[in-house]
C-alpha cells in the first residue's frame, strides 16, 4: 500500500521537477505557508514557483499575464479541493456551495445571476442613507469617550459598524451592536475564520478540542440565526408585509428542493462573513496608516473638509469627489489585502513565463505577494496613495484586492462605498492618534486584520 502511494507521489513530483520552488521543503503546503514566507519565496524564486505538499503540486503564479489569462477567463475554475475545506467546519456545515465556495460553474452561476441585482448602482445608491446612519453611530460613540481620555480599541468598533450595516442592509435586522456588550455574533465571525485557518494550516489543531468546539458552536449560530431569519422573512412575505428588495430577498430566490435550503443558509453565512469583516479590516489598516502618516492624513483630512465642510449626510455624489480618500483605501488594501488570494484549477497543459506547467493541478494567487513584489511595486513596503493617483501607470494585472474577472468580489463597489463613509466622517469629526507601541504587525486568521486591534487614543471633542 505505502509503495503504490510513494509511487504516485513520485509520479506527481516528477511532472512539475523543472519547475523551481520547494518540493519537500514544505512537507505542509501552501496554506501552511505565512503570507511573509510567500512573498520571500516569489522574490527568492521569480513569479511561478512550485510547491508540493506530498502528492498534490500548486503553483503558485505572480505573473501578470498568467494572471490575466487564468482569472479572467470562466474556463478556469475555483480548485475544488481548495473550496472543499470550506464546505464543513468540524462536521458543521459551514459556507457549503456558496457564492463564494462553489466550484462547479453551473451550481455558481445561478447564484450569481440571482444575486446581482442586490449590488445593481441603483440599488446601492439607496443604500447611501444606511451607510450614513450607521456611520453616525460610531460618531457617536466616539463624541460619548472623547473626553474620558481613554484609549480605544478602534477595530471592535469599525467591526460594529459594518455589522450593522451588513446586518440591516443583507437581511433588514437592525442590532445596533455599539450598544451591545459581548454579542456572540462578533465573536462567531473571528472564531469560525480562526477554525477554518488552523484546521487547514496547523497539523496539530485536531487535537485542540477546545478551538474546535468554540469554532463550530460559531458556525451553529450564524446558520440557526440564518434559519430564523429567513423563517421571520417567509413569515413576513406570507403575511403580505412590504419587505425589503435586500441580499435576503434574493437569497430566498433560491428555495425549492431541500438542497436549495442549505444553499440559502450557505449564502447567509457567506454574507454575514464576506459582507463585514475584510471591510472592517480594510479601515482599520486605514486608521492605522492615517495615523502613521501625519502628512497623509492631513490631505486626506483637507479633502474631507473642502468636499463635506460641516454637513452630516454624505450623499453619493459626494463619494466620487474623494479622489485622494480613494487612493489610500487602495493603497490600503495594495499592502493589505483583507482576503489574500484565490485559486483555480489548471486542467491542461499551460506555458507560463516560458515554463511548461502541467494540467491537473492548482494554481495559487496571492494578491499579497504579488503586491508587494518590488518587480511590481517599486518600494512596496512604502504607504504611498500616490500609486494609484490618475497619472500614475495603472498596475497591470498585479493588484487584485477583489479578485479578477468572473468570481471577482460581489461586494467590491458596496464595501468601498461603506469604507468612504466611515474613513469621511472620521476624519471630518475627530482627530486622532496612535497610542506609543502601536503594533504595526498582522494578524492572519485567512483574512488579515492588525495584530493590535489597533489601539488610538482620545479622539478630542468634536470641531464643530
Ligand atoms: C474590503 C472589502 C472586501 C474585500 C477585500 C473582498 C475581497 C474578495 C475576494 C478576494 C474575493 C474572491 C475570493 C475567492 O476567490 O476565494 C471575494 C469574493 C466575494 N465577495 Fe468580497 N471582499 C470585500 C467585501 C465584500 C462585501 C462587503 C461583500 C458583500 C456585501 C462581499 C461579497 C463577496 C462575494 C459574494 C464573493 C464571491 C463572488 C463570486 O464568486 O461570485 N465582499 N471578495
Known amino acids: 500500500m505505502a509503495s503504490i502511494f510513494l509511487s504516485h507521489v513520485w509520479a506527481v513530483l516528477k511532472r512539475s521537477f523543472h519547475l523551481i520552488g520547494s518540493a519537500f521543503s514544505t512537507a505542509f503546503s501552501f496554506f501552511q505557508c505565512s503570507n511573509h514566507v510567500l512573498v520571500l519565496r516569489g522574490e527568492k524564486y521569480g513569479p511561478v514557483f512550485r510547491m508540493n505538499s506530498f502528492h498534490q503540486t500548486m503553483i503558485a503564479v505572480h505573473c501578470p499575464e498568467a494572471t490575466k489569462i487564468i482569472l479572467m477567463s470562466p474556463k ?7 473550496y472543499k475545506r470550506l464546505f464543513n467546519l468540524f462536521g458543521k456545515r459551514f459556507m457549503g456551495t456558496g457564492l ?18 442586490a449590488f445593481s448602482s441603483t440599488y446601492l445608491r439607496g443604500l447611501m442613507g444606511t451607510f450614513n446612519e450607521m456611520s453616525e453611530r460610531l460618531m457617536d460613540h466616539l463624541e460619548e469617550i472623547a473626553d474620558t481620555k481613554t484609549p ?15 446586518c440591516k442592509v443583507a437581511f433588514g435586522v437592525d442590532l445596533n451592536f455599539l450598544k451591545q456588550t ?35 458552536e460559531a458556525v451553529e449560530l450564524l446558520r440557526k440565526t440564518g434559519e430564523k431569519w429567513i423563517q421571520d422573512r417567509k413569515t413576513a ?9 435586500d441580499i435576503l430577498t434574493q437569497i430566498l430566490k433560491m428555495a425549492g428542493t431541500a438542497k436549495d435550503h442549505e444553499q440559502m443558509l450557505d449564502n447567509f453565512v457567506t454574507f454575514f462573513i464576506a459582507g463585514q469583516e475584510t471591510t472592517a479590516n480594510q479601515l482599520s489598516f486605514a486608521i492605522m496608516e492615517l495615523g502613521r502618516h501625519p502628512e497623509i492624513y492631513k490631505r486626506a483630512k483637507a479633502e474631507v473638509d473642502e468636499i463635506l465642510g460641516t454637513k452630516r449626510d454624505i450623499s453619493y455624489e459626494d463619494l466620487g469627489k474623494f479622489t485622494y480618500l480613494s487612493q489610500v483605501l ?5 499592502l493589505y489585502p483583507t482576503a489574500p488570494g484565490t485559486n483555480r484549477w489548471l486542467h491542461e497543459d499551460m506555458v507560463i513565463n516560458g515554463l511548461k506547467i502541467p494540467g491537473g493541478c492548482s494554481v495559487a494567487f496571492s494578491a499579497y505577494v504579488s503586491q508587494r513584489m518590488e518587480k511590481y511595486f ?14 500614475a ?10 479578485a479578477l474577472g468572473p468570481r471577482t468580489c460581489l461586494g467590491q463597489v458596496f464595501s468601498q462605498m461603506e469604507a468612504k463613509v466611515v474613513l469621511a466622517k472620521l476624519l471630518q469629526r475627530f482627530e486622532f492618534s496612535l497610542v506609543p507601541g502601536q503594533s504595526f504587525d498582522i494578524k492572519d486568521t485567512g483574512t488579515l486584520r492588525p495584530k493590535s486591534g489597533l489601539i488610538s487614543p482620545n479622539p478630542p471633542p468634536p470641531h464643530q
Open 76 to 82: 478556469y475554475l475555483k480548485d475544488p479541493s481548495v
Open 182 to 216: 459581548d454579542s456572540p455574533f462578533q465573536n462567531a465571525v473571528e472564531l469560525c475564520l480562526r477554525g477554518m485557518v488552523l484546521d487547514v494550516r496547523d497539523p496539530f489543531f485536531a487535537v485542540r478540542e477546545l478551538i474546535r468546539r468554540y469554532s463550530r
Open 100 to 117: 463564494i465556495t462553489a466550484a462547479d460553474h453551473d451550481v455558481w452561476y445561478r447564484q450569481r445571476r440571482i444575486m446581482d441585482p
Open 237 to 245: 412575505i406570507e403575511n403580505g408585509e412590504d419587505v425589503p428588495k
Open 378 to 391: 517599486k518600494d512596496p513596503l512604502k504607504f504611498d496613495p500616490e500609486r494609484f493617483d490618475v497619472n
Open 152 to 166: 480605544t480599541i478602534m477595530h471592535d468598533l469599525v467591526n460594529c459598524v459594518t455589522l450593522d450595516v451588513i
Open 330 to 334: 487602495k493603497e490600503t488594501l495594495r
Open 393 to 402: 501607470p495603472k498596475p497591470y494585472y498585479c493588484y487584485y484586492p477583489f
